[in-house]
């Protein structure tokens, strides 16, 4: 029975295709700036800003930052000091990142993000 | 109507109605679950470790037509979501909870199966990109991504549990429904907390 064939195939290709998935989880590397500080902030920025301001910062439910933060936050200390106590539905992040923790992501989103 | 194994193409599916002879023992049947579960737990464990313990890259992996790799999540779980929704009436039927069709042709059986080979298919590309990319999101006052984080590592130990209860004859009938609705339900938990965020949050069709 053809259907049958394809449906076994298919799993058989299934089965490859998650043993696929977890080698790349394990071996796939992000390209890397050389910059630690950089490193870390895009880290910081996927797992804790980018739900809200989107994965290259053009804004989603939260504003855009791409291109724009510096020129909202001339001075990195205020956007810092936003990040940290929060603001308007923008969660606090003081408690959950170390301070260089919070100038890597401030720094990665002024300098790389809409770059 | 009910249908057995055997009949009408569906020597993969397990049987809805068993004799008194043919019922396992207790102790049988509880320990084939307990594998099954604690395989599904060591997968559920497994990628929340991975997820907690990897640092998010922070890339966008797959994106395609849809622009972001995000609207890109968005439709691929609203795809997994309809072919759950195919395999969970095509069960319905083959378990006799709905008359529709009435008489079963004999590809039934592997309709049930092709869409639910499918869905797990499409649930790979997003897995990988929420675990590699964003990680695991363990901070309760973000309850949308902590639930949506817990789902995801669940709904992959409930699928293991299922995959290794659909090869057991030796469950008792209500077990696999149980442990299909199961899956089933998870994955809607996680489509409300993912795409449906997405589309209400983001936009429609939101590329």
């Known amino acids: 029975m053809a259907l049958k064939k394809l449906v076994n195939g298919l799993q058989v290709f299934a089965v490859l295709a998650t043993v696929w998935t977890v080698v790349l989880m394990f071996t796939a590397q992000p390209p890397v700036s050389g910059d630690p500080v950089q490193d870390d902030g895009a880290r910081i920025f996927a797992a804790r800003c980018s739900g809200c301001h989107g994965a290259q910062g053009q804004g989603l439910s939260g504003p855009q930052l791409g291109g724009v933060v510096a020129e909202r936050f001339p001075d990195p200390a205020e956007q810092a000091a936003v990040v940290a106590n929060g603001r308007n539905g923008m969660p606090a992040f003081g408690s959950r990142l170390t301070a260089d923790e919070l100038a890597a992501v401030v720094e990665f989103t002024r300098t790389r993000l809409g770059a | ?207």
């Open chain 2, 1 to 207: 109507m009910i249908n057995l194994p055997g009949e009408n193409g569906f020597d993969t599916l397990p049987p809805v109605m068993t004799t008194d002879s043919s019922v396992p023992t207790r102790s049988r049947w509880q320990s084939r679950l307990l594998i099954a579960a604690v395989a599904g737990a060591g997968v559920s464990i497994l990628l929340g470790v991975y997820g907690r313990i990897h640092d998010p890259a922070g890339q966008q992996t797959i994106s395609g037509f849809f622009g972001t790799t995000l609207a890109f999540k968005a439709w691929m779980a609203s795809l997994v979501l309809f072919f759950a929704l195919v395999q969970l009436i095509t069960a319905l039927r083959i378990w006799g909870r709905i008359p529709w069709p009435r008489t079963l042709p004999a590809w039934f059986g592997q309709v049930h199966r092709l869409s639910g080979t499918l869905a797990f298919l499409a649930t790979l590309p997003v897995a990988y990109h929420c675990l590699w990319a964003i990680g695991f999101e363990p901070d309760m006052s973000q309850p949308r991504r902590f639930i949506h984080s817990m789902l995801g590592c669940f709904f992959y130990g409930a699928f293991v549990v299922k995959v290794v209860a659909v090869r057991s004859r030796r469950l008792p009938g209500w077990m696999l429904p149980a442990i299909g609705g199961t899956v089933f339900t998870s994955l809607v938990g996680l489509w409300l907390t993912s795409s449906l965020w997405f589309f209400t949050n983001i936009g429609f069709p939101g590329f």
